[in-house]
């Protein structure tokens, strides 16, 4: 089982330009979250998907939005990046199945840089 | 709304010593409390979950406890080595929001 999967690994982009950064769950779960991690700060909760829709959303703007596939994998899109987006962009996968509470595993990040 | 604090925010031990990291959050309305290990730069390790009515976890030389009602966790770690050196973060999942709210994390040094 590879676990939880994330590309790319590093990311640089310059202000105003729009970025996709892709999750593929642990094998058997069905629900996406997404966190931004900035540099000394705890990960901050953008959005969660399962069946294909957002379920939750965090403090976020607009310009962050997402998308889950069939297969469960699932992207986070920011468009009109700001210097303010940089951040280690954490997604974790579970196995909500609707249940109250489910335990979370991250991947490795994407490291997004904006310039 | 759910808030999480560690104290301290950054701890240089020498190696063998035992210490404490400590997690605070001010709704006691949860399911359950995480703590999480963070090696620079990398993604989040899963260390102990402990369940809303439990009252401590144990893994090798790590053990959590928690105190739900004063809204306390603690993180203990024995005869700690250079290898535990990292950023350790707390986490609750509360009963309002699937998602989990995150302190900002302890940044441990173990010096040989």
């Known amino acids: 089982d590879a676990g939880v999967t994330q590309s790319p690994t590093h990311l640089i982009k310059t202000r105003g330009q729009q970025v996709t950064l892709r999750c593929s769950p642990k094998?058997?779960?069905?629900?996406v979250s997404w966190y931004q991690q900035a540099l000394g700060q705890g990960p901050q909760f953008i959005f969660q998907?399962?069946?294909?829709?957002?379920?939750q959303r965090g403090n976020f703007p607009d310009r962050f939005s997402g998308h889950q596939f069939p297969n469960y994998s699932s992207e986070l899109n920011v468009n009109a990046l700001l210097l303010g987006d940089s951040a280690l962009y954490l997604c974790?996968?579970?196995?909500?199945?609707?249940?109250?509470?489910?335990?979370?595993?991250f991947g490795p990040g994407t490291r997004l840089t904006v310039t | 709304k759910q808030e999480v604090t560690q104290i301290p925010a950054a701890l240089s031990v020498p190696e063998g010593e035992n210490l404490v990291l400590n997690c605070s959050f001010t709704d006691s309305a949860i399911y359950n409390l995480q703590w999480f290990r963070q090696d620079p730069g990398k993604g989040l390790t899963s260390l102990l979950l402990?369940?809303?009515?439990?009252r401590e976890q144990t893994s090798g030389r790590l053990n959590a406890s928690l105190d739900k009602s004063s809204g306390r966790s603690t993180l203990y770690i024995a005869a700690s080595q250079p290898g535990d050196s990292a950023t350790y973060l707390c986490?609750?999942?509360?009963?309002?929001?699937?998602?989990?709210?995150f302190g900002e994390g302890t940044q441990l040094t173990v010096n040989p």
């Open positions: 094998s058997g779960h069905d629900t």
């Open positions: 986490a609750v999942w509360g009963t309002s929001g699937s998602r989990l709210t």
């Open positions: 402990i369940q809303s009515s439990q």
């Open positions: 974790a996968s579970s196995l909500a199945r609707g249940r109250l509470y489910y335990e979370q595993y």
């Open positions: 998907y399962y069946e294909e829709e957002e379920r």
